[in-house]
């Protein structure tokens, strides 16, 4: 879809892992690397023609059924019906748009003033540079994309809050290149494990610290681990009131990421996966009193954590789950669900129930 939409001078948001399709994101939000000055990719679905359960073709719009079109932008996975195509409001852009890619390392040892700096710059700057951030054991980075050429990029970041950092490089993108700035495209050939939340503030100091302890402890060198945050920010300008995604004022998207290659290091990567739920207070057995759950219970409250419906996790109720991913939006959804879905035919552990 890339290549065809930018041999027509027309440029679509998408994410950045080739294995996700446009119809999952364009239903679950879409948090993509343009989102600050572009919005989800939900944002700009003008129409849903879906099978209804009761097996009706039908257009969804805003002005065929408004309510149940707000909820497939953002609550459309598995819940009102068979998505069969999405029609998107694409922008016509001139192929020579300046579109830069940007790389910058430090050392990891600066890791807390790196953070806090990122904390103070990247959702509040120029909203066509999302600034994405990424830790590593050893390693510390920043990876993102500019709307604008590379002399303004370079003023951009001058001026920002952020340490100076040891390593810097440029690349010139596209919009059918721009996702190969990203470095965890290879998901396909790995197993992998992702835990997501939207953080309403940069992580702090201590956040930081106990996040670098889960890096120096996994249980194998092979099982390799990416934290990154993804800048909200400049969302704030689409209406959130239009979708069902209503975190629209959150500051970053944190991801842990774990990803191995070999069947036999399952339990072990999947035992570091439930350490990191222990940290923000979601492990599926809280009782335990290690330091992981210490760390939650004092500095998390599980239950105000934001998500998005994008990244599911299994440990927590379907009640705390739907107040996680769709905040205020619950009971409208759950009148669209009784209304479009009344025999619950689409259904999953966390889809809306109509109670
Ligand atoms: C490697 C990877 C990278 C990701 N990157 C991003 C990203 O950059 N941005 C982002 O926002 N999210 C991202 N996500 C999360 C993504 O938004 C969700 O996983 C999304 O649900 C993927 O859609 P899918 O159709 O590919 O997945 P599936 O697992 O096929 O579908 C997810 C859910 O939606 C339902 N569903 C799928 N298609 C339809 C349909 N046509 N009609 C009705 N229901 C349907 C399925 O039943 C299922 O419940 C990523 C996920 C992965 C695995």
Request: hydrophobic residues 40%.
């Amino acid at each position: 879809m890339e290549n065809t939409s930018t041999e027509e001078d027309i440029f679509v948001p998408t994410g950045d892992c080739e294995s996700v399709s446009v119809v999952g994101t364009a239903l679950t939000g879409g948090l993509n690397p343009f989102q600050r000055h572009c919005g989800l990719l939900c944002d700009l679905v003008v129409a849903y023609r879906i099978v209804t359960p009761a097996g009706v073709p039908l257009d969804v719009t805003p002005e065929s059924d408004n309510a149940l079109f707000k909820a497939l932008r953002g609550a459309g996975g598995s819940n009102f019906g068979v998505v069969l195509s999405v029609t998107l409001k694409v922008e016509k852009v001139p192929r020579a748009r300046p579109m830069v890619g940007v790389d910058l390392e430090w050392d990891i040892e600066e890791a807390t003033a790196v953070w806090q700096g990122w904390g103070a710059f990247a959702a509040q700057c120029d909203d066509r540079l999302v600034l994405q951030i990424d830790m590593c054991r050893t390693r510390l980075s920043a990876s993102g994309i500019f709307l604008g050429d590379e002399t303004e990029l370079q003023g951009l970041l001058d001026s920002s809050t952020l340490p100076a950092w040891q390593h810097m490089r440029c690349t010139k993108h596209d919009g059918t290149s721009f996702w190969t700035q990203f470095t965890y495209n290879d998901d396909v050939a790995c197993r992998w494990k992702n835990f997501g939340i939207l953080l309403d503030q940069a992580p702090g100091p201590e956040l930081i610290e106990a996040l670098r302890v889960l890096l120096n402890d996994v249980p194998f060198p092979a099982l390799d681990v990416n934290i990154m945050c993804l800048p909200g920010g400049g969302m704030v300008a689409q209406p959130g009131s239009s979708t069902s995604f209503p975190w629209r004022n959150h500051v970053g998207a944190l991801q842990i990421i774990a990803r191995w290659r070999q069947p036999h290091e399952d339990q072990a990567a999947l035992g570091w996966a439930c350490r990191v739920r222990a940290l923000f207070g979601l492990a599926a057995d809280s009782s335990s009193e290690d330091g992981d759950t210490r760390f939650a219970t004092q500095h998390f409250d599980p239950s105000p954590l934001h998500l998005y419906a994008g990244w599911p996790l299994a440990e927590q109720s379907r009640q705390d789950a739907m107040e996680r991913y769709y905040g205020d939006n619950v009971s409208e959804l759950r009148r669209v669900k009784v209304r479009v879905d009344p025999e619950n035919v689409f259904r999953c552990p966390q889809s809306i129930d109509g109670t």
